[in-house]
């Protein structure tokens, strides 16, 4: 009984946004009133406790919102500057092959969007300019939707580590010991993000495969098509992922989408150009007269190039290349800025007498330096007037309103389940349920792990609020069933990233960019098979890792 009341918030949120196709933004709230009502009558939490507990989750929820806000606003300014015209500029013009055009557009200018963004941005630039470029609007949504999963894990510089798995330091006693040795909480996000990357690259590597093979099934009916350009596909699958997994371990989680893909770009796109592994035949789209009803909607698909913009691709590129310079002068330990960086802290220690403790330390979040402080410099660059700058920030305050209601109400519902046992020495809702899924599953936790984290991004329509549910929970069941904290944590973090390319939310906002809204069903049954191959592919690496690698994380005691 007790396992089912405390797991009850988020079946209720799974319900209302699965079912009643709610937005998170509005069944958020009712997760969060029905945590407090179960934790109130059934494990006795002072108001008080309620009200802390949700403070904290507000404190949170403030630090990521930096990020969130400061990387729309830099995509904003950039619609307006032209910037990104220039961007979609450069990568349009590097070759005819639709297939290798897919490889460029969708995987790697999709993955650098979504490692300087994040928040579905990937599917709202790229989706577009594939239709722009005269390819079927439901091929550009829905590989633009499957190839934004690798990136995902380290989108928007990090956030679905550092701020999606954020929460559990409140779950232990920090530092921990590996090896015998105390580890900060800080170190224990790194190497959850370093484990991440080197699953997302032993199946991330292929996933610019399966795009093209998937587009020529859909297109001719068979893979042959796709299949026939395995090297230059393989090529690109490993010149993000091979970069995306050094960067993540040996510099941090902040930096591996974003510098991987300029790498893998900087790399790709002169190969193609000299004909590197380039494929004999240029493999077409059939006549358009012969296109599938289903294909296209109200928006249709364009015969050529974009026009040239107005903004030269130097120019363009220049505010991320700052951005990239900075994060990586900030976080590398050689120019130890660190340091400094993260000196300012503002906080509250525990909240009303509480156990509840949040902080936020403004210069190291790359929500406000670097990325406001690019924004502000933009206009320079670009010579866009300040007035339409002031434009942009009141867009992307109109476009985080929602993110922010659905971030503060997961948020607290977490801190809720979290803290629910503290004031009366108990067991809380979160270690009552993980005890429950360690008693039933033991060691296969590593092959349901992945999953957890895809159910929670297709809930929520975000691998950061993802983390945010169920990443305390992933940490308490890998204790109670004694499994590498590590290993289940990256599991997490990699389901999460895959179930964005089949998440409600983001599926509608897709096919909202390309014209075909009401065909989501097609969209995700098409990407579900992937999905699922993806997460189950993670479990069983993940596990046959272990096998051969010693145990390097001593199991310790949750908070009482």
């Given at each position: 009984m007790l396992p089912f009341l405390a797991i009850f918030p988020i079946f209720l949120v799974g319900i209302l946004m699965i079912v009643f196709m709610w937005p998170s933004a509005r069944a958020m709230p009712l997760g969060w009133v029905a945590a407090a009502i179960i934790a109130f009558f059934f494990w006795d939490m002072p108001p008080l406790w309620l009200i802390a507990a949700t403070i904290g989750g507000l404190i949170n929820t403030i630090d990521i919102l930096f990020i969130v806000f400061g990387a729309i606003l830099i995509l904003q300014i950039m619609r307006k500057s032209g910037g990104i015209g220039g961007i979609s500029h450069s990568m349009a013009q590097i070759s005819n092959d639709r297939r290798v055009q897919l490889i460029i557009i969708a995987w790697l200018m999709g993955s650098f969007l979504e490692g300087a963004a994040g928040f579905g941005t990937p599917a709202a630039v790229a989706a577009p300019l594939l239709v722009g470029l005269g390819f079927p609007p439901l091929i550009a949504a829905g590989a633009t939707l499957m190839a934004d999963t690798t990136p995902v894990t380290f989108g928007a510089v990090g956030v679905p580590i550092w701020g999606g798995l954020a929460a559990l330091e409140e779950v232990a006693e920090w530092p921990i010991l590996i090896n015998g040795q105390a580890v900060p909480f800080t170190q224990f996000l790194f190497n959850?993000?370093?484990?991440?990357?080197?699953?997302?690259?032993?199946?991330?590597?292929?996933?610019?495969?399966?795009?093209?093979?998937?587009?020529?099934?859909?297109?001719?009916?068979?893979?042959?098509?796709?299949?026939?350009?395995?090297?230059?596909?393989?090529?690109?699958?490993?010149?993000?992922?091979?970069?995306?997994?050094?960067?993540?371990?040996?510099?941090?989680?902040?930096?591996?989408?974003?510098?991987?893909?300029?790498?893998?770009?900087?790399?790709?796109?002169?190969?193609?150009?000299?004909?590197?592994?380039?494929?004999?035949?240029?493999?077409?789209?059939?006549?358009?007269?012969?296109?599938?009803?289903?294909?296209?909607?109200?928006?249709?698909?364009?015969?050529?190039?974009?026009?040239?913009?107005?903004?030269?691709?130097?120019?363009?590129?220049?505010?991320?290349?700052?951005?990239?310079?900075?994060?990586?002068?900030?976080?590398?330990?050689?120019?130890?800025?660190?340091?400094?960086?993260?000196?300012?802290?503002?906080?509250?220690?525990?909240?009303?007498?509480?156990?509840?403790?949040?902080?936020?330390?403004?210069?190291?979040?790359?929500?406000?330096?670097?990325?406001?402080?690019?924004?502000?410099?933009?206009?320079?660059?670009?010579?866009?007037?300040?007035?339409?700058?002031?434009?942009?920030?009141?867009?992307?305050?109109?476009?985080?309103?929602?993110?922010?209601?659905?971030?503060?109400?997961?948020?607290?519902m977490v801190y809720i389940l979290m803290y629910s046992g503290d004031a009366t020495q108990r067991d809380s809702m979160l270690i009552v349920v993980a005890q429950a899924a360690a008693q039933y599953t033991g060691s296969a936790w590593y092959l349901v792990a992945p999953f957890v984290g895809i159910l929670g991004t297709f809930i929520s329509g975000s691998a950061t609020v993802s983390n945010i549910m169920f990443s305390p929970f992933q940490f308490s069941t890998a204790v109670e069933a004694q499994l590498n904290l590590v290993s289940v944590l990256s599991l997490q973090s990699v389901g999460a990233a895959v179930g964005n390319m089949i998440c409600i939310h983001n599926v509608v906002a897709a096919l909202t960019t390309v014209g075909l809204i009401g065909r989501e069903g097609i969209i995700i049954k098409e990407n579900l098979g992937v999905c699922i191959l993806y997460g189950l592919l993670a479990g069983i690496i993940a596990w046959l890792l272990l096998l051969f690698l010693p145990a390097d994380l001593a199991f310790i005691p949750l908070r009482l």
């Open positions: 959850v993000g370093a484990f991440s990357a080197i699953l997302h690259f032993l199946i991330g590597s292929f996933m610019p495969l399966a795009l093209v093979s998937l587009m020529t099934k859909v297109i001719g009916g068979s893979f042959r098509a796709g299949l026939r350009v395995w090297p230059i596909a393989l090529f690109g699958g490993l010149v993000f992922t091979i970069p995306q997994v050094l960067i993540a371990n040996f510099v941090g989680p902040e930096l591996p989408t974003l510098l991987g893909s300029l790498i893998g770009m900087v790399i790709f796109i002169p190969a193609v150009k000299h004909g590197f592994l380039m494929p004999k035949d240029q493999w077409k789209f059939p006549p358009h007269e012969n296109w599938k009803q289903s294909w296209e909607g109200d928006l249709k698909a364009g015969r050529g190039e974009p026009q040239a913009p107005r903004i030269g691709p130097v120019k363009a590129w220049t505010p991320y290349i700052l951005i990239g310079i900075i994060l990586l002068l900030a976080r590398v330990p050689f120019f130890q800025l660190t340091p400094v960086l993260r000196a300012w802290s503002i906080g509250w220690e525990q909240i009303f007498g509480t156990t509840v403790s949040r902080n936020v330390e403004p210069l190291y979040n790359p929500g406000i330096f670097p990325f406001l402080v690019i924004a502000l410099i933009i206009p320079l660059i670009h010579k866009l007037p300040y007035r339409e700058a002031l434009s942009a920030v009141k867009e992307t305050v109109q476009m985080i309103i929602p993110a922010s209601i659905a971030l503060f109400f997961t948020l607290g």
